[in-house]
């Protein structure tokens, strides 16, 4: 389902959240969506083949592991305990997905618009005929939607196209996270070009702005730059953190403002949709003020034109 945990199991893998169900336009095989930054932080160069796994194995040893420690607190759960690991260790075993196919992070030129869209996005092939998809349904149960006041039986259902977003002055939407779950935001109605440091290729929280390096592309409205930080895992030992430059523009992004802790780790790939199932964007930033939060997110119709990929939009019901 749409929100559901995704991840790989490379070195450094970390897990995200499934975007979208999408059909090749070549091969019309079908597939998913996530972020880049998920689907191929690997060891390999390509990350070509890369599987996807739903649930992540992260995610999957988490549980895990506070199995582990319910039994270790109350020896009266040492068996229920034991009982849940191996089966979370049976459910590893069936939880491959899809096949990493392409994917980009960094800006994309749309021949379309003839303009440069920022893009983190990846296209993974479904490859496990055991497993089943729903390709528009969110992982979220119709009491909580219907606790939310939105319908019972809301699906992503269509995607707003270049053109919308000028007759867009205040919109209301909401995302669903693996991490986070079912939160609500407001789009902020600008573009915004968003430098990213991709130091071995993984984006971190900012909490402060950077100086940010002259960008020579005079077209691009620079209302907002964005200076992430980086940290190396010796300099989290020792608590120390570092500012690098950016070195990748992301032009024309989507700006969200979320509650602060709607949007966290986890969350990234997640749909921004309308209270009507029409996505907007796929999260996979974060910009954090004294103030305020936003959520930094992929145009779905330069990430449609850039994958070659479309909706997979069956009948939900």
């Not at 959240?17 to 191929?40: F, M, N, P, W």
């Not at 939310?148 to 939407?173: C, P």
Request: glycine content about 6%.
């Amino acid at each position: 389902m749409l929100g559901s945990s995704i991840g790989i199991i490379e070195s450094q893998g970390t897990s995200g959240t499934l975007s979208a169900v999408v059909y090749d336009k070549d091969s019309r095989q079908i597939g998913i969506l996530s972020c880049e930054h998920i689907c191929r932080l690997s060891d390999s160069s390509t990350g070509k083949d890369v599987i996807i796994y739903q649930p992540s194995h992260k995610d999957l040893d988490n549980l895990k592991e506070s199995f582990v420690e319910m039994a270790r607190v109350n020896k009266t759960y040492i068996k229920i305990s034991e009982e849940m690991c191996n089966k979370i260790e049976e459910d590893k075993k069936k939880s491959a997905l899809a096949y990493y196919k392409r994917g980009i992070q960094g800006n994309f030129f749309s021949k379309i618009h003839e303009k440069y869209f920022g893009i983190d996005a990846a296209f993974c092939i479904f490859s496990n005929i055991n497993r089943t998809l729903c390709p528009n349904k969110f992982s979220i149960s119709p009491e909580d939607l219907k606790k939310e006041k939105l319908s019972e039986d809301i699906y992503l259902n269509d995607f707003y196209e270049f053109k919308e977003f000028d007759d867009i002055v205040d919109i209301d939407v909401f995302k669903v996270g693996k991490a986070t779950g079912l939160t609500f935001g407001k789009l902020v109605p600008i573009y915004s070009a968003v430098s990213i440091d991709l130091r071995n290729k993984n984006i971190e929280y900012a909490k402060k702005q950077g100086i940010i390096p002259p960008y020579n592309d005079d077209d691009v409205d620079k209302r907002i730059f964005i200076g992430y930080m980086k940290t190396r895992l010796v300099e989290k030992i020792n608590e120390m953190r570092q500012q690098c430059y950016p070195t990748v523009w992301f032009d024309r992004q989507l700006i969200f403002e979320f509650k602060p802790g709607d949007f966290v780790p986890g969350d990234s790939g997640a749909s921004v949709v309308n209270k009507e199932g029409k996505a907007l964007g796929i999260l996979h930033a974060a910009w954090i003020t004294e103030n305020s939060n936003y959520a930094i997110a992929s145009p779905y119709f330069a990430v449609f034109e850039a994958l070659d990929v479309g909706l997979h939009n069956v009948p939900a019901f």
